[in-house]
């Protein structure tokens, strides 16, 4: 049975290294959020750097996950020192178990302050897909159907938790 991958991706209104209250605040509330996500019914894994650094995405061993990317829009460093993002990669057994952890709990709480941290792009700042059971999405796979969300608006090969395609409208 298909599993459901989720990208999310938001540019930071300041780089992770900046010493600002607001970006600490953000830094520090991270943590509680991926530790009550990853205990969530439904989850099976996210991302995670073979050797993690902090704030050197662009450098690091994703393994199965691949190379590490972003969408073309993002006009923010890729340095340690000037990097200005978030981005998280998951997979699911589904799309509701996926929906309850990202809309309730820390997560919740995080999300009502997201234009506290977030630049407003106009750009949407999650994608969901169907991937074959056992397959691992790919930081490039993300981007691409988060592109391809933002050109053509939901489709079964890229949505959204708000307009959806269940597994069997799989292409």
Known sequence: MPHL??????TLKAPLSD??????EFID????????ISGHPGYLGH????????GGHFDLDWGAWGEFAVPT?????????????????????????AFEAIYTGLHRTALNRRHDWFARTGHPSHVCWWVA???VPTWQEGTAKLEHLHA????????????SFDRADLT
Do not use: K, N
């Open 5 to 10: 991958a989720l990208y999310t991706f938001g």
């Open 19 to 24: 010493p600002a209250p607001l970006v600490r």
């Open 29 to 36: 509330g991270a943590g509680g959020v991926y530790d009550q």
């Open 47 to 54: 991302a995670e750097a073979v050797d993690p650094a902090p």
């Open 73 to 97: 829009w993002y006009e923010g460093g890729r340095t340690a020192q000037t990097i200005a993002l978030a981005t998280t990669l998951s997979l699911w057994t589904a799309a509701q178990p």
């Open 133 to 135: 059971e056992g397959a």
């Open 152 to 163: 053509h608006g939901p489709t079964p090969a890229a949505f959204t938790f708000h307009r």
